[in-house]
């Protein structure tokens, strides 16, 4: 893997300030030296250490938005945005990131917003401590974007629900302890139809039907799940029945931000190795970074990406100030998606041969960008949503 050196000193912008900057140090030094050395080798393994979701926990990484008396750290979105981008820029693996985001940042703020205190105490705590590992099952076979149309069921029995039903490409799937899982708890269904249900990997029924192999995120585990016949207690219901597309929506906002966000960093990433790769590489006796086209390839990758960040971080403000931001984060995540893309493309080929090696990190960051205009809501799902806050 390359090493990435500083092409510049890094800018405080808005809407972070110095104690979050302090925090990205910190987070890049632990990256840099507990993650990025290893992702090659948990790539061909097909996943990363679960022990990985304690280290991390140990640091306070996994509860930075949450309350101490959860055992988080105190602080807020803010806080967790640096995270993200800076496990992206650093680790250069889109799979690690996804398994320890998916569970901290997807899977476990539904309990902590919806939940109620002994729901925090069985899940959320251990989740924050990295001793249970959390997923979200929203993607069913038959129902990808969309979230209206889930169809596994639970009915409703003395003292709680039985499911039945099937998940798939969930996050962390096969080897979560517990799943927030939607479900339909009436017979029709639809946006008032769906209700959360924690499911838990002992209870009979629940399945892991298969580990599914993927063209990038190589060392996050995907799963396909299955229910047959699961008893889930009442207790385990989150937020209210029928109440489930609210907090669908609700996390959504959030995921696609981090999405967003986890992209900027990955653009940086790729952009630095470029520049850096572009000075040591030569051809006909000179660096190919002295190369019109060569320049013209980095200028345009850093015009993306710094467009990128204007708008990703001016959502997270939005969103940290607490405005009613669907536009401008359903706008973030439909540009630096495809940005993260475009920009992995023009690095590969500034590489030429060597992009397709393993050591450069360029191949696996072209495979890994290409689920961003998918997974959180299509690129066809976000141009809807704009286009219907737009009146249209």
């Known amino acids: 893997m ?12 808005p809407p972070f300030g110095e104690e979050h900057e302090e925090l990205r140090e910190t987070v890049t030094r632990f990256v840099s030296k507990e993650i990025a050395p290893n992702v090659d080798g948990w790539e061909d393994a097909r996943e990363f250490p679960r022990e990985l979701y304690g280290r991390c926990a140990e640091l306070g990484f996994l509860g930075l938005k949450f309350p101490e008396e959860l055992g988080g750290q105190g602080g807020t979105h803010l806080h967790d945005a640096v ?14 990131a996804a398994g320890l985001n998916a569970h901290t ?36 076979p038959g129902a990808g ?5 889930i169809s596994t069921f639970a009915r409703k029995v003395d003292g709680g629900y039985v499911v039945n039903g099937s998940k798939t490409f969930i996050t962390n799937g096969v080897r979560a302890d517990f799943l927030v899982c939607a479900v339909k708890t009436t017979k029709e269904g ?26 990038g995120w190589h060392s996050s585990d995907t799963g396909e799940l299955a229910f047959t016949d699961v008893e889930v207690p009442e207790e385990n219901l989150l937020g209210e029945e029928n109440g489930g597309f609210k907090l669908i929506m609700a996390n959504f906002a959030w995921e696609r931000l981090l999405m967003a966000i986890g992209a900027v960093g990955a653009m940086q990433r790729l952009i630095e190795i470029s520049v850096n790769y572009s000075l040591e590489r ?26 990128s960040r204007a708008i990703t971080y001016n959502s997270l ?24 893309l475009e920009i992995a493309d023009q690095a590969l080929q500034i590489h030429g041969g060597y992009g397709y090696m393993k050591e450069y990190g360029i191949e696996r960051a072209v495979r890994d960008a290409r689920l961003g205009p998918i997974g959180g809501g299509t690129d066809e ?9 737009m009146g249209l």
């Not at 946006?191 to 192999?213: C, D, N, T, W």
Request: charged share 25%; glycine share 12%.
């Open 105 to 140: 940042s997807i899977a476990m703020p539904p309990i902590f917003n919806f939940g109620t205190e002994e729901q925090k105490q069985r899940w959320l705590v251990p989740g924050i401590a990295g001793e249970k590992i959390g997923a979200l099952g929203i993607t069913e």
């Open 317 to 340: 403000r939005l969103f940290h100030e607490g405005h009613n931001c669907i536009k401008e984060v359903t706008m973030a995540k439909l540009v630096t998606q495809r940005a993260v």
């Open 83 to 96: 995270w993200v981008e800076e496990l992206a820029r650093s680790g250069g693996s889109g799979g690690v």
């Open 190 to 215: 639809g946006h008032g139809g769906i209700s959360f249900l924690v499911l838990e990997r002992e209870m009979p029924g629940y399945e892991v039907a298969q580990k599914l192999e993927k063209m």
């Open 282 to 307: 030569e051809a006909f006796g000179r660096p190919i970074g002295k190369f019109q086209a060569t320049r013209h390839h980095i200028a345009e990758m850093a015009t993306k990406a710094e467009a």
């Open 2 to 13: 390359p090493v990435i050196k500083d092409t510049g000193a890094r800018a405080t912008f």
């Open 145 to 149: 974007s969309d979230v209206a149309g």
């Open 381 to 389: 799902v976000m141009k809807e949503i704009l286009g219907k806050l």
